[in-house]
């Protein structure tokens, strides 16, 4: 069965997590993602722990080309003019500093798609700043939210701003390639996606809870300001239980399976207005009910009782529930170095264009004479010279 993007070329100049998370999903759907490196290092992603790039560099072809040379320059011109998108994540105004901005791209290729990420955006006071994750975590309200009452604000413990901004990065990849194609726009266009705007989006109705009552959210743990009970518990072999309970009909189960019926009819909990108010009670009242028991003792009364309970999971946890390993989480990827390299799978599940991983991270430069054959339709020797003069 073929995949939703075979034939779409992407000539993807990015670096680090956004960059490989954005090139990765497209890969897995089946464009000819072309990852363009810098000789002798390539992308940074390659110097963190090995299993990254393998990772996140699956399904893409690696060339090396220098870019500070005006050889190389004029290659990526070549390059772009056989492309659907060229996507950059350098300090904003690089590409236009090595002759390679959109208006100049445009000339050799007015259908190309051009997605520039960045830390703060291509306009804006902050346009120059660096703008590696942890910043935008930060300064997008995230790390001001994160934690508990009595904590110092917390980043993720990954980089969440970049992969939700490769996230957003492919989706609107997918609306300008329907624009450009399926309605007949027929020309290329500048995806400008900054970093702290896909985060600042995924973070609620702050802005409007500011402007129009003058609040701010407080951090709060794992507590929801919604809806209640709905925390994380220990329990008796010093393992964790999740709950939500967000419904009326659903906190009316768990009250029942952990045999405390009669905080249904009281009045500090009747409804889920009067339970957020009352948490700290409520929250009392279930960490000693589950905490009476063992994590398993706990799961079997909840799904009996059909409540929306769950363990904490660590990798070790994931790898072993068969539930997980009936929907083929994670695939054992054939690699060179390692022999095979444990990953996620390639989603979501499409049942006429379903997506793959076709190989793990390649080797830098890996495809460098393939791609510039097939694309460009340069000879061997031709390579060569281009190696000989540093271009490669």
Request: net charge negative; proline share 7%.
């Amino acid at each position: 069965m073929s995949r939703p993007l075979e034939g779409v070329k992407i000539l993807d100049l990015t670096r680090l997590v956004s960059g490989g998370m954005y090139g990765m999903q497209l890969a897995d759907a089946g464009a000819d993602v072309v990852k363009v490196e810098a000789p002798g290092h390539g992308d940074t992603l390659r110097a963190w722990n090995p299993y990254w790039w393998k990772v996140y560099g699956r399904g893409k072809q690696s060339i090396t080309v220098n870019l500070a040379t005006s050889r190389g320059q004029d290659l990526i011109r070549k390059l772009a003019a056989e492309a659907d998108v060229l996507a950059e994540n350098f300090f904003v105004g690089k590409l236009e500093s090595w002759g390679l901005g959109p208006e100049d791209l445009w000339k050799v290729n007015p259908r190309l798609i051009v997605v520039r990420i960045s830390g703060w955006g291509q306009d804006g006071p902050y346009r120059d700043r660096p703008g590696f994750g942890t910043l935008v975590e930060a300064m997008s309200g995230f790390a001001d939210m994160n934690g508990f009452p009595d904590s110092p604000p917390l980043a993720p413990p990954q980089p969440l701003a970049d992969m939700t901004a490769a996230l957003q990065g492919v989706a609107s990849t997918m609306f300008a390639l329907y624009h450009r194609d399926a309605l007949g726009g027929g020309k290329g266009q500048v995806i400008d996606l900054a970093l702290y705007e896909p985060l600042f989006t995924m973070l609620g109705p702050q802005a409007a809870r500011y402007l129009i009552e003058g609040k701010k959210r407080p951090r709060l743990g794992n507590r929801s300001e919604n809806s209640a009970p709905r925390n994380i518990y220990p329990t008796s072999d010093g393992k964790w239980v999740a709950i939500s309970a967000s419904t009326q009909p659903m906190y009316e189960r768990l009250a029942c399976a952990l045999g405390r019926e009669d905080i249904i009819t009281d009045d500090r909990f009747k409804n889920n207005e009067t339970r957020v108010v009352n948490q700290e009670a409520l929250d009392k009242i279930v960490a000693d009910a589950i905490g009476r028991y063992s994590c398993d003792e706990n799961m079997d009364r909840f799904n009996a009782g059909g409540v929306t309970a769950s363990p904490v999971y660590d990798i070790e946890d994931i790898l072993s529930d068969p539930h997980f390993q009936a929907r083929n989480l994670v695939r054992h990827v054939p690699d060179a170095d390692f022999g095979a390299v444990p990953m996620q799978g390639a989603f979501p599940r499409m049942s006429e264009t379903p997506l793959d991983i076709a190989w793990t991270g390649p080797a830098l430069g890996e495809h460098t004479e393939k791609i510039l054959g097939e694309w460009l339709g340069m000879t061997p020797p031709e390579i060569e010279r281009l190696r000989n003069e540093e271009v490669l």
